[in-house]
C-alpha cells in the first residue's frame, strides 16, 4: 500500500485524519504534524496556529 493511503501514522501509528486546510485537502497526522496531498507527493507541516485551530475545531465539536 502506497505511503499516503495508509490508515495510521508511520511514525506514532495514530489515525490519520483529513482536513480542508484554506481549500487543500490534506491528509495527515496531528502528534506528528506530518501532512502530504491527495495525491502524497509532498509532506508539510502545518503552523502552530492552524494546530491550534483545527484542534479547538475537533474539540469543540465533540459530544459532551
Known amino acids: 500500500m502506497p ?12 489515525p490519520l485524519r483529513e ?6 485537502r490534506l491528509r ?3 502528534a506528528c504534524n506530518l501532512w502530504a496531498t491527495a495525491e502524497g507527493a509532498t509532506w508539510i507541516r ?4 492552524d494546530l491550534r485551530s483545527f484542534y479547538k ?3 469543540d465539536h465533540e459530544p459532551e
Do not use: K, M, T, V
Not at 46 to 49: P, Q, R, T
Open 3 to 14: 505511503e499516503y493511503q495508509a490508515h495510521r501514522c508511520q511514525q506514532c501509528h495514530q
Open 19 to 24: 482536513i480542508d486546510n484554506f481549500g487543500q
Open 28 to 30: 495527515g497526522c496531528f
Open 46 to 49: 502545518l503552523s502552530e496556529e
Open 57 to 59: 475545531l475537533r474539540h
